[in-house]
């Protein structure tokens, strides 16, 4: 089966620019998540979909950072204006709807704010 | 609140000895834990959880409730073990919450 594919892999914006993040699940997969893992560091959730609904944000800082999943399947994240703590890996990962914690994860994209 | 630790940042062992890295969570529930690994230049993927009592790769894992402990164990490590190894606790709501991750280098 294709894996959960990301785009783009590297992203370079200076701060108070916007920068958007696209995320395409696992065909199937109900489920899909974003992380935000800064160097040095484990990947901490941001944001939770179950098909297009939002299960869980409470991480994620809404006066700059948004997310959207329309039709249940692919994803946007977005960051404006970004800062320069911002600077991480996002990761999306989805699973099946029944399947506790097996994720599947994607590559990431890699955002340098400068 | 949920929380995961890992206290070692970077555990270094010669090959074909024994390696175990440590995880301790602190959670109110009854806890889903697992191990994931991430290769150089690979995706962070799932190497094993603790509901399927397995072993992956040589390494397994017990749950320790009394400890709140989940500790990755293996007693003969190879070189191709290096990687980033992040404990996750699941919680009732499927959202992973990571530790900070351990680099293993397993020297030759």
């Known amino acids: 089966e294709a894996g959960v594919a990301q785009s783009p892999r590297y992203k370079i914006i200076e701060k108070r620019q916007s920068v958007a993040f696209w995320c395409n699940p696992i065909s199937g997969h109900a489920t899909l998540y974003w992380y935000q893992q800064i160097l040095g560091q484990g990947p901490k959730l941001l944001i939770q979909?179950?098909?297009?609904?939002?299960?869980?944000d409470s991480q994620l800082p809404k006066d700059r950072f948004s997310a959207e999943r329309l039709k249940g399947v692919d994803s946007t994240l977005k960051i404006q204006p970004a800062k320069l703590e911002d600077s991480a890996v996002y990761l999306c990962?989805?699973?099946?709807?029944?399947?506790?914690?097996?994720?599947?994860f994607g590559s990431g994209t890699r955002l340098t704010v400068v | 609140a949920q929380r995961v630790t890992q206290p070692e940042k970077l555990l270094s062992v010669f090959k074909g000895a024994p390696v175990e890295l440590k995880c301790n969570y602190s959670y109110s529930g009854s806890p889903e834990l697992f191990w994931y690994v991430q290769y150089s230049r690979q995706r962070l993927q799932l190497l094993l959880r603790h509901i399927s009592r397995e072993s992956i790769k040589g390494f397994t894992a017990d749950l320790n409730k009394g400890e709140t402990s989940f500790h990755l164990k293996k007693p003969f490590a190879q070189e191709e073990d290096s990687a980033m190894y992040y404990c996750?606790?699941?919680?009732?709501?499927?959202?992973?919450?990571f530790g900070g991750g351990t680099r293993l280098m397993v020297k030759p």
């Open positions: 996750a606790l699941n919680n009732a709501g499927n959202m992973l919450t």
């Open positions: 990962a989805s699973s099946l709807e029944a399947q506790t914690g097996g994720y599947t």
């Open positions: 979909f179950q098909n297009n609904g939002v299960v869980d």
